[in-house]
């Protein structure tokens, strides 16, 4: 299962990719994090339930220089990956 998560706020130049990338990681879970020219941060991600949850939840703080102020979720149509991508 994926989903497709669209993280607004303050997100690009925080280390928020690299640290989306760790934490996913962590959990187990496959998929990317790329900037997007609006400011945002597009983040797909592959894996469990139970581990995009609990990634889901760690998207609405994102690492400590972020300032996430909103988290769009939803759902894509992807071939799980067999890594973690930043771009």
């Known amino acids: 299962m994926c989903r497709k998560y669209i993280v607004g706020g303050r997100v690009q130049g925080v280390f928020f990719r690299a640290s989306t990338r760790d934490a996913a990681r962590k959990l187990g879970l496959t998929g990317h994090a790329f900037n997007l020219p609006d400011g945002n941060v597009e983040v797909v991600l592959c894996g469990s339930d139970e581990a995009m949850q609990r990634m ?13 102020t909103k988290v769009q979720e939803g759902a894509v149509d992807c071939t799980k990956p067999g890594s973690f991508r930043i771009g």
């Open 56 to 68: 889901a939840a760690w998207l609405l703080d994102g690492p400590p220089l972020a300032s996430v």
